[in-house]
């Protein structure tokens, strides 16, 4: 009896009052870049007959897939930062892509490694100041090089320009020499203490560049074009009509190929060769990804390692008409999440609660046995997979994007999504996050980017009878009472992630009369 009480309070000391230390999870975090949902063939979108992801879809089978989770910003470096701190761009400070992350935010990877774990960072950062809170990393500093690339290492020098001297230059392709660092870190660590990795991809962020490997991947045929590619906007706002990521007409990788062409043949061109690049990419990634999960076969890690794989956020794949992100609209702010814990979620499980971002660092720790601290706003989802809970989950997601102008002339602006509807306020301000915060010293304008601030306005979508969002009814007298609950229920929300604009008068004046 002596002996038990000593054993609980050591327990007790250590935090894992209710866990044996040696049951902790190990936890691989994987993170591609740009992923959209119907490049991983498991979701079932326009490309899964003809394009398939067996590793990805083996992370599906084994584990979960959510069918509904989204990122809260569509933006690489604020995205990275919400599933560090399970926070909102409002809270932890990065807004654009051009913020430091504080080291005085608190991340999901410091409260591991205090209580325990070995935690590693392994690809692309994209997060300007040094990594905290990892035993080990390897890093790319910002976007990275496809082929060739230079790497950072801890203990060997951090710079914010590795190609200074400081970084360490790689002969091969990203994605492999990115997953043979991950190996090498699993096969590396101190064997007594649970582990976590964070392994993030470059691939597939344009520009594109595949593997020679898979450079006859889809030479000879053409690809299923999603059902919106030839959109022509009507019925919506201006934000989309004078975007400047729209293929065929802003699209300059391809001009080579494509530029004999006009109009709907242009875009029909150049989306072939597009997609074409993009899926190439994604081989590699699926391809390693089977690699990190052969390695947990091999020794006997399969069974107590939490795996994870998702996107910082979604990307079009033509549809709109469009390529890259930014929007809310579904194909830039939905993004793949998939789980596997084979102790925890029951194979096949199938999700479509909603999920965002800032919940994954939450989650995480919950399995981890970790307290929760307090100041995070997403919320662990490991009720989902236990039958003896019912977990009170949200009916509605909260989204800003705060890079007015700054990128293809997309205006800043945010919004709610339910499982029903979506309702956006492009409130189209610059407030200090546009173009000009962003290149502050520079007069540098990409393809006739628009900085000044616009007009407001909104668009609201019925995603049931609408899943493409086609038909703005933001103006239809059928939606009327919906609409203004939805517009209480946006405004309920950006109180709760506080997030009311009082520190922009401009924003806070018009909006007012909402937010009473
Ligand atoms: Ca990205």
Redesign the pocket.
């Given at each position: 009896m002596k002996n038990l009480k000593i054993l609980s309070f050591i327990l007790l000391l250590f935090g894992c009052s209710n866990k044996n230390f040696s049951e902790r999870p190990n936890i691989i975090f994987i993170m591609s870049?740009?992923h959209a949902v119907p490049a991983v063939s498991s979701y079932n979108g326009f490309l899964s007959n003809v394009f398939k992801t067996p590793n990805l879809d083996r992370i599906a089978k084994e584990g979960a897939i959510f069918k509904n989770a989204y990122c809260t910003n569509s933006?690489?470096t604020p995205?990275r930062a919400s599933v560090l701190t399970g926070k909102y761009s409002n809270i932890n400070g990065v807004f654009t892509l051009n913020e430091k992350i504080s080291d005085s935010q608190n991340t999901f990877p410091k409260e591991l490694q205090k209580t325990g774990y070995y935690t590693g960072m392994i690809g692309k950062w994209h997060l300007h100041t040094e990594p905290k809170g990892f035993d080990y990393w390897k890093v790319m500093i910002g976007q990275g090089l496809y082929h060739n690339p230079i790497y950072c290492e801890m203990g060997k020098g951090w710079s914010p320009d590795p190609e200074d001297g400081t970084g360490v230059k790689y002969e091969g392709y990203v994605t492999d020499i990115n997953t043979d660092f991950a190996i090498d870190f699993l096969d590396k660590r101190p064997k007594e203490k649970p582990f976590m990795m964070m392994l993030h991809y470059k691939a597939p962020?344009d520009e594109w560049e595949h593997s020679e490997k898979y450079s006859s991947l889809f030479e000879d045929i053409d690809l299923p074009e999603p059902e919106t590619l030839y959109d022509d906007y009507s019925t919506r706002g201006y934000g989309i009509y004078e975007n400047t990521q729209k293929i065929g007409e802003n699209h300059t990788f391809y001009e080579e190929e494509t530029g004999h062409l006009n109009g709907r043949a242009k875009k029909g061109a150049q989306y072939q060769t597009y997609i074409k690049k993009y899926l190439r990419c994604v081989a590699s990634i699926d391809e390693n990804i089977g690699r990190v999960l052969k390695y947990l076969d091999e020794n006997n890690l399969t069974e107590n390692t939490i795996v994870i794989y998702t996107s910082?956020?979604g990307f079009y794949l033509g549809e709109h008409g469009m390529y890259d992100?930014r929007f809310m609209y579904e194909e830039s702010l939905q993004i793949p999440f998939l789980m596997r814990y084979p102790k925890k979620i029951k194979p096949g499980t199938i999700n479509d609660d909603i999920i965002s971002n800032v919940d994954f660092a939450p989650t995480i720790l919950d399995f981890a046995g970790n307290k929760i601290p307090s100041d995070i706003q997403g919320k662990s989802f490991t009720g989902f997979f236990d039958d003896s809970i019912n977990l009170n989950w949200r009916q509605s997601l909260y989204y800003r994007y705060w890079m007015h102008g700054a990128h293809f002339n997309i205006p800043g602006h945010y919004g709610i999504r339910t499982k029903d509807f979506k309702l956006i306020y492009f409130y189209a301000k610059g407030l200090g996050y546009s173009h000009e915060r962003y290149y502050p010293s520079e007069n540098w304008v990409y393809e006739g980017n628009e900085i000044k601030d616009s007009n407001d306005y909104w668009e609201m979508y019925d995603l049931i009878n609408d899943p493409n969002e086609l038909n703005n009814i933001y103006d239809n007298p059928n939606y009327k009472k919906i609409k203004e609950e939805l517009k209480n229920q946006l405004f309920d929300l950006k109180k709760y992630y506080k997030d009311t604009d009082e520190s922009f008068p401009e924003l806070y004046t018009l909006t007012k009369k909402y937010s009473d």
């Open positions: 870049d740009d933006i690489c995205a962020h910082d956020q992100k």
